[in-house]
């Protein structure tokens, strides 16, 4: 993700919010369907992840000019 990007992580209400450094990281705390996000002032994307156990997980996510 470009640096300088705001990433959001969003679950059931539970959003999650770290600016990029070319990379967001995360400690997020339930399992489930995740949808992550990243915006700067002209471009946007969007993605989902299942969390399902403990571990790391590395989710690549290309944003674009004026959209998702």
């Known amino acids: 993700v470009d640096p300088g990007a705001v990433v959001t992580c969003t679950r059931s209400?539970?959003?999650l919010t770290a600016v990029s450094t070319g990379v967001a990281v995360f400690q997020l705390n339930s399992y489930g369907?995740?949808?992550i996000t990243a915006r700067t002032p002209t471009k946007s994307g969007e993605t989902t992840a299942d969390i399902d156990s403990?571990?790391?997980y590395?989710?690549?996510l290309t944003i674009l000019e004026g959209g998702t």
């Open 33 to 35: 369907e995740w949808t």
């Open 13 to 15: 209400g539970q959003t």
């Open 58 to 60: 590395t989710i690549e």
């Open 54 to 56: 403990p571990g790391l």
